[in-house]
Nanobody, 122 residues
């Protein structure tokens, strides 16, 4: 069974860059038709999709965050990462990584990390 685990600092200062890593075990991030996502949930709000990276390395970003978001991967470590620049307190949220299986016939989230709280504050 594929497991995901987020890691990174829990506190980031305004204007700095938020960096998180998702470590994947039990499966490869290069497995065909799998897409690796970052999703966040601000306090009192719903889930917000931020972007992702596909099994072959293509990137997908939310239009609202595109200018500040970068998602990359390290296939040798089976990890993918998130960088969010110029953070403000509005970026305070629980950040999740997740895997999405997508084909012509099936589309569903397969695994989620437990989530990591990131607070933006001076």
């Amino acid at each position: 069974q594929v497991q995901l685990q987020e890691s990174g600092p829990g506190l980031v200062k305004p204007s700095q860059t938020l960096s998180l890593i998702c470590t994947v075990s039990g499966g490869s991030i290069t497995t065909t038709n799998y897409y690796w996502m970052w999703i966040r949930q601000p306090p009192g709000k719903g889930l917000e999709w931020m972007g992702g990276i596909a099994y072959e390395g293509s990137n997908y970003y939310s239009p609202s965050l595109n200018s500040r978001t970068s998602i990359s991967r390290d296939t040798s470590k089976n990890q993918f990462s998130l960088q969010l620049t110029s953070v403000t307190p509005e970026d305070t949220a629980v950040y999740y990584c997740a895997s999405l299986y997508y084909s012509d016939y099936v589309s569903d989230f397969r695994s989620w990390g437990q989530g990591t709280q990131v607070t933006v504050s001076s």
